[in-house]
């Protein structure tokens, strides 16, 4: 049998991945449940998308200055700003839009605040999934995506997004 120096890295690792989905993760539902939840859904999750998607196509066109060299190599302080800009613009045409389908009534400015809060804030998911793949030592979370980093790295962003969505939504919007 094969002795391990890092077993006690490799398990707390595995312990803080598992309590990283469990406690992160129900907020997706959480923010489900909230009267109008589809509707909350709609506007927190894509925005999300919209911060991350923006963030790496000026981070890829722009991005010059390394926003975590270590646990992010490839993400950048303009993608990083560019993801704000877009994802607080993007969920305030969203709430206008929603709102519009018959969504909560959700003035453009508290859409723009709720998106900017959201973007500002969800890189640390994704920046925190990095922390614990490196500390794991690997490169992806999985191989489902190639090239993707792996399936967490799909919803690292959307897990913050979620429990920070719903508690500024709980908090300041219902």
């Given at each position: 049998?094969?002795?391990?120096?890092?077993?006690?890295?490799?398990?707390?690792?595995?312990?803080?991945?598992?309590?990283?989905?469990?406690?992160?993760?129900?907020?997706?539902?959480?923010?489900?449940?909230?009267?109008?939840?589809?509707?909350?859904?709609?506007?927190?999750?894509?925005?999300?998308?919209?911060?991350?998607?923006?963030?790496?196509?000026?981070g890829v066109?722009?991005?010059?200055?390394?926003?975590?060299?270590?646990?992010?190599?490839?993400?950048?302080?303009?993608?990083?700003?560019?993801?704000?800009?877009?994802?607080?613009?993007?969920?305030?045409?969203?709430?206008?839009?929603?709102?519009?389908?018959?969504?909560?009534?959700?003035?453009?400015?508290?859409?723009?605040?709720?998106?900017?809060?959201?973007?500002?804030?969800?890189?640390?998911?994704?920046l925190g999934?990095?922390m614990l793949?490196?500390?794991?030592?690997?490169?992806?979370?999985?191989?489902?995506?190639?090239?993707?980093?792996?399936?967490?790295?799909?919803?690292?962003?959307?897990?913050?997004?979620?429990?920070?969505?719903?508690?500024?939504?709980?908090?300041?919007?219902?």
């Amino acid at each position: 049998m094969r002795s391990n120096n890092q077993a006690g890295t490799d398990f707390a690792v595995t312990v803080a991945g598992i309590a990283y989905l469990g406690w992160i993760g129900p907020y997706l539902v959480d923010l489900r449940n909230l009267e109008n939840g589809v509707w909350w859904f709609f506007l927190v999750l894509p925005t999300v998308w919209l911060a991350d998607s923006f963030a790496y196509f000026i981070g890829v066109r722009f991005g010059r200055h390394r926003l975590s060299p270590r646990l992010s190599p490839k993400k950048s302080w303009e993608g990083y700003w560019g993801g704000v800009v877009f994802g607080t613009l993007g969920a305030a045409a969203l709430s206008v839009l929603l709102a519009g389908l018959g969504g909560p009534a959700v003035p453009w400015w508290k859409g723009a605040a709720l998106g900017a809060a959201l973007s500002i804030l969800t890189t640390l998911g994704d920046l925190g999934e990095s922390m614990l793949k490196r500390q794991a030592g690997v490169k992806d979370s999985s191989n489902i995506i190639p090239g993707h980093g792996g399936a967490f790295d799909r919803i690292d962003s959307w897990l913050w997004g979620a429990a920070i969505g719903y508690f500024l939504i709980v908090w300041f919007l219902l």
